[in-house]
């Protein structure tokens, strides 16, 4: 079976909330344990300094993080993640249409990671390239959980139990 969705443009706003939160789960630990490191020499010489410093070192790894999928949005080699695409989505690969005559198919084992949310699926090619699809951009529910079906095979998200 062929899944064919209708045509969808990946808003700019989208894509960098989702590429956030997805690497804060990810790597969130890291700046946890930057802000309890930088916290810890409070036990021997308490200075509410340390805790200001903790403080920023979060605001700026947030701060890079952003910047990094800012920056992805605005350079020319990023161009194509929000370009208007329809897909064909087999068992066997992604084919990204442009028009009916320009298209590049992306085999499954390209995805690191998928995630499936209450309203849409997020394939996460790495960390700065995303591959998203709201479930409005599919004809029927049954093309949704075939497309569902598939990245559960694939072993891209856990089997609903």
Not at 7 to 12: A, I, R
Not at 67 to 81: D, H, P, S, W
Not at 122 to 140: D, G, H, M, S
Request: charged share 20%; with cysteine.
């Amino acid at each position: 079976m062929i899944v064919k969705t209708k045509s969808y443009k990946l808003d700019k706003k989208t894509y960098i909330s989702l590429a956030l939160k997805t690497i804060l789960k990810k790597q969130g630990w890291i700046a946890v344990a930057g802000a309890v490191a930088i916290c810890l020499p409070s036990i021997w010489i308490f200075s509410i300094w340390w805790f200001i410093a903790a403080f920023v070192g979060l605001g700026l790894y947030l701060l890079f993080w952003w910047i990094q999928f800012y920056g992805v949005t605005q350079l020319e080699q990023g161009k194509m993640l929000f370009e208007k695409f329809h897909y064909e989505i087999s068992s066997q690969q992604i084919l990204m249409k442009i028009n009916p005559r320009e298209g590049m198919p992306l085999k499954w084992d390209q995805i690191q990671t998928a995630q499936i949310g209450a309203d849409f699926f997020a394939l996460f090619v790495n960390k700065a390239q995303i591959i998203y699809w709201p479930f409005k951009i599919f004809n029927t529910d049954n093309e949704r959980k075939f497309v569902a079906s598939i990245l559960e095979k694939k072993g891209l998200v856990k089997p609903k139990k």
